[in-house]
């Protein structure tokens, strides 16, 4: 690190947050989730090397070669309370250069923004937690209660190589631990507040998360060539088994969540909302309106198809890749439902699934993210929300752990950041990066 030794310690950590988020994204760590990409050893290595720097003795652990998670535990002033884990993950999905009008891995900072992949998911968070600890590290000083940060492999995959492993390989390493904080919340969003006239930020605090199911459905027929008719074409079973999927009308459904946040939104803009006037309450979450739409019912989005192997020959076979996302106690309802509407000569196999979560939107932490924040930003909101996707909080809830979604950005008014998510041009600004260390830095010494 090249920070100067008459800086205050926020300042340091601030700057040390954009230099570490620059040198993560330029390690490429894509996640094909195949086994194909470089995998996340070398930036592993790179996060191990600054651990160890300020005296630091970090775990680092592969479930496969190249398939590294790097865990260590800092002691607190009280251990007899629950401690909390702190973790983001390594991986990133891939990105195609050509479609990006930056170097997608080369962490261009221009117009007061880092660009690359990996800026908002999770690379930032990666590099404000890194920078903390670092700063907490020098000082010499013990937060309120045992903290154990970690960093993941494989997340975009479902977290079997990373969490899901050390999960299951080192339960001991997150021994006495009660909560933890990962990524997807704690961003802006700006709202109309009809209390003073102006605009008003709220930052969404993540308490839930959907559920996931990937399947795979794999219609079966008869081979033939393709002159001849054929009433057991696969691609046509497969098709209808799309179309019908595709066409089915998943209820709306508000968990608490969702309730707890637009009755905030409402709060704060003085417009009661209700099913019959919910468009003009998305309209004002502004670039957080497409996660919350995802969690007001359960989702199938067909992503990928396989079928054939040449022009004049029909197959015996034809597959097709269905994401899946539940809300919380929806799991054997949806999959009941899917496995219907795939019909009688269609399969349907489960490749990766895993829990939905809900955390309670009260209670200590709670209140220490919330202090924290408006220590940084006086008069803002906090206001829970559920993700429509899922983080590796889902491998800690095994433990016992209960999971937040908590990476602190002041954000411009017009970023499209929930775009920014696995989109092109993904890009993170500075400004938000030097706030969210401030705000980690004030949650750690209140914890």
Same mark, same amino acid.
């Given at each position: 690190m090249t920070t100067t030794p008459e800086m205050t310690g926020s300042s340091r950590a601030e700057e040390e947050a954009v230099q570490i988020?620059? /040198?993560?994204?330029?390690?490429d760590t894509s996640n094909y989730g195949d086994g194909s990409g470089p995998g996340e050893r070398a930036a592993a290595e790179y996060v191990m090397g600054l651990l160890? /720097?300020?005296g630091l003795e970090p775990q680092l652990t592969e479930s496969d070669p190249g398939r590294a998670s790097v865990v260590v535990r800092t002691e607190g002033r009280d251990s007899s309370r629950g401690g909390l884990v702190l973790h983001g993950h390594l991986d990133v999905v891939p990105a195609e250069a050509k479609d990006w009008s930056v170097d997608p891995f080369a962490a261009e900072e221009k117009d007061g923004m880092i660009w690359g992949r990996?800026?908002?998911?999770?690379?930032?968070?990666d590099a404000m937690l890194i920078a903390t600890l670092r700063e907490l590290a020098r000082s010499g000083q013990?937060?309120?209660r045992d903290i154990v940060w970690a960093f993941f492999a494989d997340e975009e995959a479902g977290g079997v190589k990373g969490a899901g492993h050390v999960v299951a390989e080192h339960p001991e390493w997150f021994q006495g631990c009660t909560e933890a904080i990962s990524e997807v919340g704690g961003f802006s969003i700006t709202l109309p507040d009809h209390a003073t006239g102006g605009p008003s930020r709220a930052y969404l605090l993540q308490t839930a998360e959907k559920g996931i199911a990937w399947l795979r459905l794999h219609a079966r027929g008869r081979a033939g060539h393709g002159s001849v008719p054929n009433e057991e074409n696969a691609i046509v079973r497969l098709a209808e088994a799309i179309a019908r999927i595709d066409a089915h009308p998943w209820p709306r459904t508000y968990i608490a969540s969702v309730r707890e946040l637009f009755d905030g939104v409402a709060g704060i803009t003085g417009e009661p909302w209700s099913d019959e006037n919910l468009e003009e309450l998305l309209q004002r979450l502004g670039g957080a309106r497409r996660f919350v739409e995802g969690t007001l019912r359960d989702t199938s989005n067909f992503s990928m198809l396989d079928s054939g192997y040449k022009h004049n020959v029909i197959p015996q076979s034809a597959s097709a890749s269905l994401d899946c996302r539940f809300l919380p106690g929806h799991e054997e309802?949806?999959?009941?439902?899917i496995d219907e509407l795939a019909g009688e000569h269609v399969e349907v196999e489960i490749l990766h699934k895993d829990v939905a979560l809900e955390a309670p939107s009260s209670g200590e932490l709670v209140d220490s993210?919330?202090?924290a924040l408006l220590k940084e930003d006086p008069g803002a909101h906090v206001l829970p929300y559920c993700l429509s996707g899922g983080t590796d909080n889902k491998h800690l809830s095994r433990l016992g752990i209960t999971g937040y979604?908590?990476?602190?950005l002041r954000l411009p008014d017009d970023l499209d950041f929930v775009g920014m998510f696995h989109g092109i041009d993904e890009r993170v600004p500075t400004d938000a990066l030097r706030f969210g260390t401030r705000v980690l830095g004030q949650l750690v010494a209140d914890c």
């Open positions: 988020c620059r /040198e993560l994204i330029r390690i160890q /720097e300020v990996g800026a908002v998911d999770m690379k930032d968070m013990k937060p309120p309802e949806l999959l009941r439902i993210m919330k202090r979604g908590f990476a602190p």
